[in-house]
């Protein structure tokens, strides 16, 4: 558990984070989001004291952060810079083994978790690890810069736009990789970004900034339904509020009784995939099935219920 | 006469076509081969019946062809960019053609190997003196410099306090740097007992080895500062994000970085040195300056040549060695794709 306490940093005088609290729960992700220069790195930075906060104090599990040595303090936590941050002189596979050559890993463990980590980021080890990031495309960089972070299995991780420079396809394999990677280790990550909709897809909790303050956190939800201010309901996006709540809701929740004619859908996907299917097909039903066995249905009108948010 | 005009001109056919490199570079060899054969056969001829003091020195068309030729190999060389090891390759080859020819006697007859006969102890003591003053002013500064980058690196304030400095001590005129060297150890050598036991008065080695040190301070030092600035800063940033301390960061990132540059700091003190070392003669600091200052008080040109030949030669070479090192520590290899 990380509690963050009336933090605050002060640059000649001017709060670029201004006494933010908030507490994150551990195996869970945290997204931060603001726009440019509200303060989201420099937050992230005070968590391993890569900035010093000018007053206000960090806890992880209990233990305040100003207590341990600082390098002692970041080889626990993973960090991925904004923009990779790479060792142009090593090579992919020295960049991704630094922390664990830090912690005194043997060889064999390094070596091996270095292909493992370049398997999961769908990078072919053969192909990459003797490569200078030089070498590679900037999405590749990117993801060497992920691995990086994860390479020592560090409980918190803290990642700075990760995925930023990924094209829609790659980054959207990616979230799902950070999911998985996530829950299968229960890593506790908090994530800044830009994008609401990256937000929504992947925090267990989402933080909203504005101008060096926590102006909202909590669940995609509540931050669709209820936004704290006009700010969190501008970067919700206006007119897309119905279809962001859509896209948090799998059609399992509203699944019902009955059969309908076409193609079925899986009972993960979301209430706004299943409203695409039906306007597309012109269908006002449609098959759900859970591992291949039919759960029932889902129809327009349940869904336009559920988008409905506010009464 | 006539084959070593022969190879001269055709030397100069080949090196000036602009297609073949490799071409240019067999005509600007051949070349040199023919002159260096007809100074050999001129210089004896030359001297039958011309009696016991007679001298033979090449004249400035000797020189200018050698120009020429020396510049049609450097742009050959520059064309065809061998890779470091083709050009130590290619160093050690001319050295040793070069070493030969000035064992086997062929250019005895010229005035300056004369000159080099007659002085041969005092030219060997000459080489060492210079190349002590050289290598060993560099090694100094370079003890003193690289930590001092090292340190200014991480203190921004000592770095504006400290460069001016350094860069006020490089503009000194040489001659004026090694006046002032006079007065002030010679005053250490009689103010401070022992001193002059190991050798520190006005005139000498030791001011003369004092003054190379404190012209190579700005360049060691700004190139070491230059050199571990030219890390990313993202890199830096993810380097104490990940938890490397200090030390861990110089060593593992910001020193590998920055290696060519700070060779290259190594190398411009090294050819500046190796230079500036002949003026040491001037008060006595030995080295070949000595020979260039006898020249010049007698009008012997062939003896400022015995100093400056090999000077030019020395420094040639360290550039050459230095540039393959500088390239040797690249951190990044060339070819990305
Ligand atoms: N070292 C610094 N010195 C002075 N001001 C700073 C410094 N670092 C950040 N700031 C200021 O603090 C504010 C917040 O910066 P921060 O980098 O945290 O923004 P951000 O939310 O991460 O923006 P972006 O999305 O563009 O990365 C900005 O106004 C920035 O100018
Ligand atoms: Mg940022």
Known sequence: MIEIEQITKLYDGLPAVDSVSMTVDTATITVIVGTSGSGKT?????????????????????????????????????????????????????????????????????????????????????????RYPAELSGGQQQRVGVARALASRPDLLLMDEPFGALDPIIRARAQEDLRRIQQALGSTIMLVTHDMEEAMHLGDRVAVMDEGRLVQHGTPAEIVLRPATDFVAEMVGGVERPLRLLSLIPVSEIVEEGSAEGDALAADTSLRDALSTCLWSGRDAVPVVQDGVPMGRVTLDAIRAQAKGQR | MVPGMVALAAGLVLGLQLAWPWLRLAGAALGLAGLVWLVSQGAPALLVGAGDYARVSPGAGFWCLLVVLALLMADALSNLSPGPFTRAGLLAVVLALLALLLQSGVLSDLSIMQEYASRQDAFRDATLRHLGLAFGSLATAAAIGLP???????????????????????????????????????????????????????????????????????????????????????????????????WQRLIRVELPLGLPVILAGLRIVLVQNIG??????????????????????????????????????????????????????????????
């Not at chain 1, 952060?65 to 991925?80: C, D, F, Q, S």
């Not at chain 1, 990779?84 to 890993?105: C, D, K, M, Q, S």
């Not at chain 2, 301070?217 to 990940?242: D, F, H, K, Y």
């Open chain 1, 42 to 130: 420099t937050l992230l930075r005070m968590i391993n004291r890569l900035v010093e906060p000018s007053s206000g104090e960090v806890r992880i599990n209990g233990t305040p952060t100003g207590t341990l040595a600082k390098h002692v303090l970041r080889r626990r936590i993973g960090y991925a810079i904004q923009g990779h941050g790479l060792f142009p002189h090593y090579t992919v596979a020295r960049n991704i083994a630094a922390v664990p050559e830090l912690l005194g890993w043997p060889k064999e463990k390094i070596n091996a978790r270095v292909d493992e980590l370049l398997d999961l980021f769908s990078m072919e080890p053969e192909q990459f690890r003797d």
């Open chain 2, 148 to 246: 001092l980058g090292i340190v200014c690196h991480r203190r921004a304030g000592l770095r504006r306090a400290l460069l001016p400095i350094l860069s006020f001590m490089q503009t000194i005129p040489s001659l004026a740097m090694f006046g002032i060297m006079i007065p002030l150890l010679g005053w250490v050598g009689d103010a401070v007992p022992g001193a002059k036991a190991i050798g520190i008065a006005g005139i000498g080695f030791a001011p003369a080895f004092l003054a190379l040190v404190l012209y190579s301070l700005l360049p060691v030092v700004a190139n070491m500062i230059a050199g571990l600035q030219s890390t990313p800063p993202a890199a830096r940033e993810a380097a104490r994000g990940m938890g490397m301390t200090e």
């Open chain 2, 276 to 337: 500036l070392a002949v003026i040491a003669g001037l008060i006595g600091g030995g080295g070949f300056g000595t020979f260039v200052f006898q020249g010049l008080n007698q009008t012997a040109t062939d003896l400022i040549l015995l100093g400056a030949l090999p000077t030019v030669a020395l420094a040639l070479v360290s550039a050459i060695v230095m540039d393959i090192l500088v390239e040797l520590t690249r951190p990044i290899p060339e070819h990305t794709p």
